[in-house]
Nanobody, 123 residues
Framework: QPQLVESGGGLAHPGESLKLSCVAS????????MGWFRQASKKEREFVAY????????LLADSVKGRFSITRDNVKNTQYLQMNSLKIEDTAVYYC????????????????WGQGTQVSVSS
């Protein structure tokens, strides 16, 4: 089973950019789909994006379309979430996820989760 470790979170001002990374180790020979969820304080966990094993298919939540992009590098066992034009409402803990099932926005479909990285957007 893969272990997932996120990095790249931090503090940003509205309109700025951050790039999250997630390194997978162990079990990476299997074709996992990967993605990102986020959870703001006192809110439900929310789908952000997913990407297929080869990176040819992906989906972004409507709330981040046009601002965020998801990519992956299977040589480095790493996926990325580029976040541009950040808004205050993007403030949340961002979780890297992986699953042998693909194309799901349901967090219960993802077996593997990172520990999360905090993204705070404030003026």
């Amino acid at each position: 089973q893969p272990q997932l470790v996120e990095s790249g979170g931090g503090l940003a001002h509205p309109g700025e950019s951050l790039k999250l990374s997630c390194v997978a180790s162990g079990g990476t020979q299997n074709p996992y789909c990967m993605g990102w969820f986020r959870q703001a304080s006192k809110k439900e966990r929310e789908f952000v994006a997913y990407i297929s094993w080869r990176g040819g298919s992906w989906l972004l939540a409507d709330s981040v379309k046009g601002r965020f992009s998801i990519t992956r590098d299977n040589v480095k066992n790493t996926q990325y979430l580029q976040m541009n034009s950040l808004k205050i409402e993007d403030t949340a803990v961002y979780y890297c996820v992986a699953s042998v099932r693909c194309y799901s926005k349901d967090p219960s479909d993802y077996e593997y989760w990172g520990q999360g990285t905090q993204v705070s957007v404030s003026s």
